[in-house]
């Protein structure tokens, strides 16, 4: 997990000598739904942006109660007030709590995610943010299993 952390983090910092033009690049988005999540709070670095192209990198934290969640993960986005973006991310996801006897707490479980969504930009409070609506299907690395998930978020760029 240390090794995943540094390895986002001077990803980012190389990435981010390759930037052009001064737009805010740092991204604060609240989720409702997601990969085993109710609720996920991401942070996003924009590290490349060319006109309507632009990719990030994100970090964030989600729960469903019983669970938390560690999602990295590389985004894609296109276009301006109207966005198609996609995203691969790896989720390390912690179960705390079990109703099954059979199962041992703390349990681990890893996800590869794929979310493919449309976003669209608003104005909310005098301030520009992007609503985003998403499919956000994930694969548990362990037991191959493929979960269905969908999500909706909102984005403030500072």
Partial sequence: MKKLI???FSLTFAFSLWAEYQIPRHGLTAHLGGVASLYEIEYNY??????????????AIN???INVGFPLGINYTYGQKNQFFA???????VLLIS?????????????????????????LFKQKCTLYAY???AINLISGKTLPWAGIGLTQYF
Avoid: M, T
């Fill in 6 to 8: 540094l390895l986002f």
């Fill in 46 to 59: 924009r590290f490349l942006v060319k006109e309507k192209h632009a990719f990030s990198l994100s970090i």
């Fill in 63 to 65: 729960s469903a109660a």
């Fill in 87 to 93: 995203s691969i991310r790896f989720v390390l996801d």
């Fill in 99 to 123: 109703f099954d006897e059979e199962v041992i707490v703390p349990s681990w479980a890893y996800f590869a995610n794929l979310r493919v969504g449309y976003g669209r930009e608003i104005v």
């Fill in 135 to 137: 499919v956000s299907p």
